[in-house]
Nanobody
């Protein structure tokens, strides 16, 4: 049974930082592309950052470039999203996502709220 469990969300002031973590189990983690998505109230879910299965290539949404960093630790089956210079527009539920060809898995999400 595949599980993706996010943690690290919370309430932070504008300009602050948070690190989200996603613990994966039940899959061969190093084979999966890992991503973070987010969904704000009333908006569609959007891709925030993604990292390939080798951890060589990371890509980011334009809105978070230079502020967010995605990293993976294959030994621990973990993926992280380091978020800095947070803005109110970053308020959303953040989801961990794993993909290997047709296999796609989602975590349950963790709430990030950035106060003015």
């Amino acid at each position: 049974q595949v599980q993706l469990v996010e943690s690290g969300g919370g309430l932070v002031q504008t300009g602050g930082s948070l690190r989200l973590s996603c613990a994966a189990s039940g899959l061969t983690f190093q084979d999966y592309h890992m991503s973070w998505y987010r969904q704000a109230p009333g908006k569609e879910r959007e891709l925030v950052a993604t990292i390939d299965d080798y951890g060589w290539r990371a890509q980011y949404a334009d809105s978070v470039k230079g502020r967010f960093t995605i990293k993976r630790d294959d030994g621990e089956s973990m993926v992280y999203l380091q978020m800095s210079s947070l803005k109110s527009q970053d308020t959303a539920v953040y989801y961990c996502h794993a993909r290997l060809r047709g296999d796609v898995y989602w975590g349950q999400g963790t709430q990030v709220t950035v106060s003015p």
